[in-house]
């Protein structure tokens, strides 16, 4: 038994040696692999690595893209939180009030209340805060940032009150207007109570005195109704200012490539592009406010020159959060330059989106002229973002917000409905005749589909918003024996020739008529169902076809 013993514990021992060197080795290579991962690896922009993200604005594939146009999201509709403190955005809340209640002096109404010769005085500071809490009541979905004093309605008991506001929903610091009328009363111990509420905009003693503009000259009739103009608003064009100015700025110019007058989301996916590089090169973009609406956005069916990029976009947030300046000035001040100095202004012209940003990055150049003269889709201004340039360029999406004039149709529609609705979406057009790519569509969003599919995910009688490009009014009557359907064509009045987005667009395009065009209709449906409590979307709620055709889902 002992030579047994000898002959096997050498053997058992060297196999745990054998396995603990085993493990051990394993164990390094492994503490090895990992320091190497950790010391190499460059986490990804999440601007380019979030296709979540990258999908809401378009898609790209081999060059094109491939969009749906019926939704535009911009950067107001992706931000995290709305922007406070330089713009006093803070909502008027119960503690908010309950402290200015506090300031009031304790006394009472010297006739009883009881008495019928008691009379609304609507400049009580107790009329306002008697409307304030009604309002935080009814309108939750509204944040409240200040009130007017209210004034005398058409009755003794009436009060027309205004105040701005924005919707919980939008996270922009934009602001907004109402002014209602409330009928006042008292309760049993003689505080004011309200009685009724006006509908939107039915204070008409409250709002703002209409200033008349100088038509002189623009051929319009007198029978066009002056504008409110929106104080929030300045379109006004950022200028260099002096020679000096102009010396010592540096600039990144694009000449107009292949993307013009091509689809908007395309534009947008180019422009920001452009802008991200700008930044990336601590440079000034200098920005072409013209552009090219694609066909499928015009009453003509072709393409439309001429159109100003502040019809569609704010460009009072953009010249804020971006350098920017305007094409034609900027060109005119060069010229200038030219002439009037012996020393020319620095140019460096770049032939193709091949020499990437990185490369450009220390050039001292007053000017960097990228030029687009290659065929498409080689002449496309986002082929200067694709590659490694990837990785530094980051498009400012935050920068890109809808046109406040367009805003204000928003609101006024969401508002006309007290913002108490439903919404559907339903896309039809082109892709409800393409059955190769949507072989359901057309039949899931007829009139009797949607019917039946709606009752079961909105309540009856609810206020239903129809956002479409379908473009027969009538095709949702079926809807209208069980909701309160509002489409956007109910709303004509908006845009008409007697509105405020008429005249003040009108003046901002030198005195011509715009049209309103297919684009701000995606533009102002998008916004309005966004602002719905319910939504409903065609694509997995109305039809089990792909958003991008068969097997893209």
Same mark, same amino acid.
């Given at each position: =038994?002992?030579?047994?013993?000898?002959?096997?514990?050498?053997?058992?021992?060297?196999?745990?040696?054998?396995?603990?060197?085993?493990? !051990?080795?394993?164990?390094?290579?492994?503490?090895?692999?990992?320091?190497?991962?950790?010391?190499?690896?460059?986490?990804?922009?999440?601007?380019?690595?979030?296709?979540?993200?990258?999908?809401?604005?378009?898609?790209? #594939?081999?060059?094109?893209?491939?969009?749906?146009?019926?939704?535009?999201?911009?950067?107001?509709?992706?931000?995290?939180?709305?922007?406070?403190?330089?713009?006093?955005?803070?909502?008027?809340?119960?503690?908010?009030?309950?402290?200015?209640?506090?300031?009031?002096?304790? #006394?009472?109404?010297?006739?009883?209340?009881? *008495?019928?010769?008691?009379?609304?005085?609507?400049?009580?500071?107790?009329?306002?805060?008697?409307?304030?809490?009604?309002?935080?009541?009814?309108?939750?979905?509204?944040?409240?940032?200040?009130?007017?004093?209210?004034?005398?309605? +058409?009755?003794?008991?009436?009060?027309?009150?205004?105040?701005? !506001?924005?919707?919980?929903?939008?996270? *922009?610091?934009? %602001?907004?207007?109402?002014?209602?009328?409330?009928?006042?009363?008292?309760?049993?111990?003689?505080?004011?109570? /309200?009685?009724?509420?006006?509908?939107?905009? *039915?204070?008409?003693?409250?709002?703002?005195?209409?200033?008349?503009?100088?038509?002189? $000259?623009?051929?319009?009739?007198?029978?066009?109704?002056?504008?409110?103009?929106?104080?929030?608003?300045?379109?006004?064009?950022?200028?260099?200012?002096?020679? *000096?100015?102009?010396?010592?700025?540096?600039?990144?110019?694009?000449?107009?490539? $292949?993307?013009?007058?091509?689809?908007?989301?395309?534009?947008?996916?180019?422009?920001?592009?452009?802008?991200?590089?700008?930044?990336?090169?601590?440079?000034?973009?200098?920005?072409?406010?013209?552009?090219?609406?694609?066909?499928?956005?015009?009453?003509?069916?072709?393409?439309?020159?001429?159109?100003?990029?502040?019809?569609? !976009?704010? !460009?009072?947030?953009?010249? #804020?959060?971006?350098?920017?300046?305007?094409?034609?000035?900027?060109?005119?001040?060069?010229?200038?330059?030219?002439?009037?100095? %012996? @020393?020319?202004?620095? /140019?460096?012209?770049?032939?193709?989106? @091949?020499?990437?940003? =990185?490369?450009?990055?220390?050039?001292?150049?007053?000017?960097?002229?990228?030029?687009?003269?290659?065929?498409?889709?080689?002449?496309?201004?986002?082929?200067?973002?694709?590659?490694?340039?990837?990785?530094?360029?980051?498009?400012?999406?935050?920068?890109?917000?809808?046109?406040?004039?367009? =805003?204000?149709?928003?609101?006024?529609?969401?508002?006309? =409905?007290?913002?108490?609705?439903?919404?559907?979406?339903?896309?039809?057009?082109?892709?409800?005749?393409?059955?190769?790519?949507?072989?359901?569509?057309?039949?899931?969003?007829?009139?009797?589909?949607?019917?039946?599919?709606?009752?079961?995910?909105?309540?009856?009688?609810?206020?239903?918003?129809?956002?479409?490009?379908?473009?027969?009014?009538?095709?949702?009557? %079926?809807?209208? +024996?069980?909701?309160?359907?509002?489409?956007?064509?109910?709303? @004509?009045?908006?845009?008409?020739?007697?509105?405020?987005?008429?005249?003040?667009?009108?003046?901002?395009?030198?005195?011509?008529?715009?049209?309103?065009?297919?684009?701000?209709?995606?533009?102002?449906?998008?916004?309005?169902?966004?602002?719905?409590?319910?939504?409903?979307?065609?694509?997995?709620?109305?039809? %089990?076809?792909?958003?991008? $055709?068969?097997?893209?889902?």
């Amino acid at each position: =038994m002992k030579e047994l013993n000898s002959t096997t514990d050498p053997i058992g021992q060297n196999l745990i040696k054998g396995i603990s060197n085993v493990c !051990f080795s394993v164990f390094v290579f492994s503490v090895l692999i990992f320091t190497i991962i950790a010391i190499t690896y460059q986490p990804p922009d999440p601007w380019e690595s979030s296709r979540a993200l990258t999908r809401v604005f378009t898609q790209v #594939e081999n060059a094109t893209f491939k969009v749906d146009n019926s939704v535009l999201k911009t950067g107001e509709d992706v931000a995290t939180a709305p922007m406070v403190g330089a713009f006093s955005l803070v909502p008027i809340t119960e503690a908010s009030i309950e402290k200015s209640e506090e300031k009031l002096p304790a #006394e009472t109404l010297k006739l009883g209340c009881e *008495s019928e010769n008691v009379v609304v005085n609507c400049s009580d500071p107790r009329v306002l805060i008697t409307i304030e809490r009604f309002n935080l009541r009814a309108f939750k979905s509204i944040a409240f940032l200040d009130y007017q004093t209210p004034v005398n309605g +058409s009755k003794p008991d009436e009060c027309d009150v205004a105040w701005r !506001f924005r919707n919980k929903k939008e996270k *922009s610091w934009r %602001k907004y207007r109402d002014f209602r009328r409330f009928r006042m009363g008292f309760s049993d111990d003689c505080s004011y109570k /309200v009685v009724h509420a006006g509908r939107w905009h *039915s204070g008409v003693n409250a709002r703002r005195p209409r200033i008349r503009v100088n038509t002189a $000259g623009t051929g319009r009739k007198a029978r066009i109704a002056p504008p409110v103009r929106d104080e929030d608003i300045n379109d006004t064009i950022p200028v260099i200012g002096s020679d *000096s100015a102009f010396r010592d700025g540096r600039y990144l110019y694009y000449s107009r490539g $292949g993307d013009y007058c091509k689809e908007m989301n395309h534009y947008l996916w180019s422009f920001l592009c452009a802008l991200g590089e700008a930044q990336y090169l601590n440079r000034t973009f200098v920005m072409d406010l013209s552009i090219c609406l694609a066909s499928s956005h015009t009453q003509s069916r072709k393409d439309e020159e001429g159109k100003d990029f502040r019809f569609y !976009f704010d !460009f009072e947030h953009l010249k #804020e959060d971006a350098s920017i300046v305007e094409e034609g000035d900027f060109l005119k001040d060069w010229k200038r330059w030219d002439k009037t100095h %012996k @020393k020319k202004i620095s /140019v460096r012209k770049v032939a193709n989106h @091949k020499v990437s940003p =990185m490369q450009l990055r220390t050039d001292k150049s007053t000017i960097i002229w990228r030029q687009f003269d290659a065929p498409e889709p080689e002449n496309y201004w986002y082929r200067v973002c694709e590659g490694p340039a990837a990785k530094y360029i980051q498009r400012p999406w935050h920068a890109l917000w809808k046109s406040k004039r367009l =805003m204000n149709i928003v609101t006024e529609i969401s508002g006309s =409905m007290d913002w108490d609705y439903d919404a559907v979406h339903v896309v039809r057009g082109e892709k409800a005749q393409n059955k190769e790519l949507w072989p359901h569509l057309d039949a899931d969003t007829s009139p009797d589909a949607f019917v039946m599919k709606l009752q079961g995910a909105i309540t009856p009688w609810r206020n239903l918003y129809v956002a479409t490009n379908e473009p027969f009014y009538n095709y949702f009557d %079926k809807l209208r +024996s069980h909701y309160k359907v509002h489409l956007l064509d109910d709303y @004509k009045y908006l845009w008409s020739n007697t509105s405020e987005w008429y005249n003040e667009t009108t003046q901002l395009n030198g005195g011509r008529p715009v049209e309103f065009d297919g684009y701000m209709r995606v533009e102002v449906d998008t916004e309005v169902l966004y602002r719905a409590k319910t939504q409903v979307e065609t694509f997995y709620n109305l039809t %089990k076809d792909c958003k991008d $055709g068969i097997n893209t889902c």
